[in-house]
C-alpha cells in the first residue's frame, strides 16, 4: 500500500483534474488508508502537515491570516474555514520567529475560539459532524485551494522575515482612541437612520473629524525620525455587485488621501495609506456600504409605477452613482478640513507635508502594483442612476463652510482600476 503523503498527493492530484471517478477513487484509498493499523491517523497527520506546510508558504507571497479566512469562505464555505483557522493554529506552533504583534493580534481575532488541538482533522470532523467521506473531501478541497493561491502585494514583512516597517492601522475595529469612538458613534447614527439626509449628514461630520485627525497625524510624524512605509489594508469586494464596492471603496480612499487597487479575482480591494487615513477608509467603507444597501432597497420602492421590475443593472447603476456623488462629498469635507487647518498651522508647514506624504503613497503603489490598468465606469441603467445620484444628494454637507461639490452627469466618463 502507498504510505500516506503518497496518498494524499494521489488525491490532491486527482481532485485537480477532469476525471470524477478517478477522484472518487482516490478518496476511497484515503478512507482505506494505509493498511496498517495506525492508518487514518496517518492520513490525518499527512493531511494536516501538508496544510500547514502550505499556508507556510503563503505568508512570504504577502498573504495574511485574514485573508486566507476570507477566500476559504468565498470559495469553500465557512466549514472549510473553520478547518483552516484550526490548521493556522497549528501552523503558528511551528512558526519561526520573529512574528510581528500585529499578525498575532489578526490570527488570535479569527481563532478566538479555536482549540489548540494537535489532532486537528479528528475535533474538526467531530465538531462539524461528519462522516469520514465528507470530512476527507472538504480537507482535500482546502488543501488545493491553499496550495494554489497566487502570490498577491506584500503589505507588511511576514512572520520570520524582516524588512522596512511599513505602517498600519492599528484595527478600525478597536477603541482607545475618543476621536475614532466619536466617529464609530457617528456612523452608527447614520446607518441606524430612516432619514438620509441625516444619515448623509451624520456622515460628513465624521469625514470631517477624520480628515482633522488625519492632518494632526500627518503633522506630528512630520516632526519625528522615524521612516515608515505607507501600510495597506485589503477590504473585501465579493459578490454581489463587486465592481459597485470596489469603487465605493476607491471614493472613500481618494477622500483619505489613499490608493487602492481591486483585484476582482479575489475578491478584495487593497488600500494603501498612512496608519489615520486607513483605519478612516476601513470604517467610513464598512458604514457606507450599510448606507448604500439601505438607500437602494429604499429605491426600489420609489420608483415609477409601470418601470417594470428590478433588474441587477439598475442595482449596479444605483450603487455606482451613489459611490461617486458621496466620493464628492466625503472629498468636499476633507478639503473643508484641509483648508481649517491651513489658516491655523499654516500652508507653508501643512501642503509640503501632506504633499510628502501623498508621493510616498504613490510611489508604494507603483512600486506593489506596476502593472495597474484601468477600465472605464459603464452605466447600464439610466434610471439607477439617477435615482443613486438623488439618494446620495438629498441633503447639503456643506460642513466646513467648503464648496459644493460638482455635478455629476448621467453618462460619466471615470476611469477605474482593472480587475487583477
Not at 493531511?47 to 486566507?68: C, E, Y
Not at 493554529?89 to 512574528?99: D, K, M, S
Not at 480612499?253 to 489613499?258: F, G, I, V, W
Request: glycine share 8%; charged share 25%.
Amino acid at each position: 500500500m502507498p504510505d500516506a503523503d503518497e496518498l494524499v498527493a494521489n488525491a490532491l492530484a486527482a481532485m485537480r483534474g477532469t476525471d470524477v471517478r478517478q477522484a472518487e477513487r482516490q478518496l476511497d484509498q484515503l478512507m482505506v488508508g494505509t493498511g496498517a493499523a495506525d492508518g487514518t491517523t496517518a492520513v490525518d497527520a499527512a493531511l494536516l502537515g501538508r496544510l500547514v506546510r502550505g499556508l507556510s508558504r503563503l505568508w512570504p507571497r504577502g498573504w495574511q491570516p485574514a485573508d486566507v479566512d476570507r477566500i476559504t469562505t468565498r470559495r469553500l464555505g465557512t466549514r472549510a474555514t473553520r478547518l483552516v483557522r484550526a490548521a493556522m493554529v497549528a501552523q503558528r506552533r511551528t512558526q519561526a520567529e520573529p512574528v510581528p504583534a500585529w499578525w498575532d493580534d489578526q490570527l488570535g481575532e479569527l481563532t478566538a475560539d479555536v482549540r489548540d488541538d494537535h489532532d486537528v482533522l479528528a475535533s474538526w470532523t467531530t465538531t462539524e459532524g461528519l462522516d469520514r467521506a465528507d470530512a476527507l473531501r472538504t480537507a482535500v478541497d482546502t488543501l488545493a485551494l491553499v496550495e494554489g493561491l497566487p502570490p498577491i502585494a506584500v503589505l507588511r514583512p511576514p512572520p520570520g522575515t524582516t524588512g522596512p516597517v511599513s505602517a498600519g492601522p492599528v484595527g478600525a475595529g478597536r477603541s482607545g482612541s475618543p476621536m475614532l469612538d466619536r466617529v464609530r458613534a457617528l456612523l452608527a447614527k447614520a446607518e441606524s437612520t430612516t432619514f438620509p439626509a441625516e444619515a448623509e449628514a451624520l456622515t460628513a461630520k465624521a469625514q470631517e473629524l477624520i480628515a482633522r485627525h488625519s492632518i494632526d497625524e500627518a503633522l506630528l510624524a512630520a516632526g519625528s525620525e522615524r521612516g515608515d512605509l505607507p501600510g495597506g489594508v485589503r477590504l473585501s469586494t465579493d459578490t454581489p455587485y463587486a465592481g459597485a464596492k470596489a469603487l465605493l471603496v476607491q471614493e472613500v480612499a481618494a477622500a483619505n488621501r489613499c490608493e487602492a487597487v481591486w483585484s476582482d479575482d479575489l475578491g478584495f480591494t487593497t488600500v494603501l495609506g498612512w496608519p489615520a487615513d486607513l483605519v478612516a477608509v476601513e470604517l467610513l467603507y464598512t458604514s457606507l456600504l450599510v448606507q448604500a444597501t439601505a438607500a437602494m432597497l429604499r429605491g426600489r420602492t420609489e420608483r415609477r409605477s409601470g418601470s417594470g421590475r428590478r433588474t441587477k443593472a439598475w442595482d449596479e447603476s444605483f450603487l455606482n452613482a451613489f459611490a461617486l456623488r458621496i466620493g464628492e462629498r466625503l472629498r468636499t469635507a476633507t478639503e473643508a478640513a484641509t483648508d481649517a487647518a491651513d489658516r491655523a498651522a499654516g500652508a507653508e508647514q501643512l501642503l509640503p507635508v501632506l504633499a510628502a506624504r501623498g508621493e510616498a503613497v504613490r510611489e508604494r503603489l507603483d512600486t506593489l502594483f506596476p502593472g495597474v490598468t484601468r477600465h472605464r465606469l459603464s452605466v447600464r441603467d439610466a434610471e439607477g442612476w439617477s435615482s443613486g445620484t438623488t439618494a446620495a444628494d438629498r441633503a447639503s454637507l456643506d460642513v466646513g463652510g467648503g464648496r459644493k461639490p460638482r455635478q455629476v452627469p448621467d453618462r460619466p466618463d471615470r476611469r477605474r482600476p482593472d480587475p487583477r
